[in-house]
Structure formats: structure tokens, C-alpha cells
């Protein structure tokens, strides 16, 4: 199981800001994060250690009156993902759309560009 020392939040509850803020909700939190033990005075060394241990939380808040979810997909993008792999970040729990919380380690996401649509074609191609 995944040791929760730090619930790392962010985002809006709603609002014009909330999309910017989604994005790359994973890139704001770990740069807030950074800084405030840079404040602290803790060098980078031993951030990137601090960051080791944490696991990182996503979950997106459905703002779309049309969507009945209240929660929907919060898995991290390709980007975010390298963002992730580069500050050392080894655990990330983000929502799905039936409202359940999946954890993983992030060495096993996927940073390509390849989107879940596209792979299901590539693995049928594969397969014939
Ligand atoms: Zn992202």
C-alpha cells in the first residue's frame, strides 16, 4: 500500500481558472512543493529525496453540468507523466470515470503520446 505522508492539493472548486489549473495540476503541485522547502532551506538533494517518499493524489472534479460523474479521468498526461519521472515522483493515485481511484507506480504509466484509442487499434493490428 502506498504510505500517504503528504496530501498534495490543488485546483479550483470552479471557475474560469479550473481548467488551466487541471491541466497540469501534477507540474503546479510539485513546483509548490519545491518551493516551499526551498523556503524552508532544504537544497535539492534533499527534496528530491522528500519527493521519493511522497505519492501524489489527482482527482478531477467534473465542473460539466451535462456529466452526471462527479468524478471523471485524472490520469496523468505524457507530459505530466515525464514531469513526474524527473522529480523522482514513484507513486500516484489519480480518479477514473466511475468515480474509483486508481493507484500506480508511475515507472509504469506511459509516457508516450500514444492515447488509449490508439492503442486499442495498434494492439488489434498486432493480434491479426
Ligand atoms: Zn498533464
Known sequence: MCQLQTVLKVGGKNGKNA????????????????NT????????????????K???IVVRINNDKNNDNII??????????KFLKKNNIKKIIYSLNDG????????????????????AILRKKLNK
Open 100 to 119: 474509483t481511484l486508481q493507484f500506480s507506480k508511475v515507472k509504469h504509466l506511459d509516457d508516450t503520446h500514444i492515447s488509449r484509442g490508439q492503442r
Open 37 to 52: 522547502y526551498r523556503r524552508k532551506g532544504y537544497n535539492d538533494n534533499d527534496i528530491r529525496r522528500k519527493l521519493g
Open 72 to 81: 471523471t479521468n485524472s490520469a496523468p498526461c505524457s507530459n505530466c507523466i
Open 19 to 34: 481548467n488551466q489549473i487541471t491541466t497540469h495540476s501534477e507540474e503546479n503541485v510539485i513546483k509548490k512543493y519545491i
Open 54 to 56: 511522497q505519492c501524489i
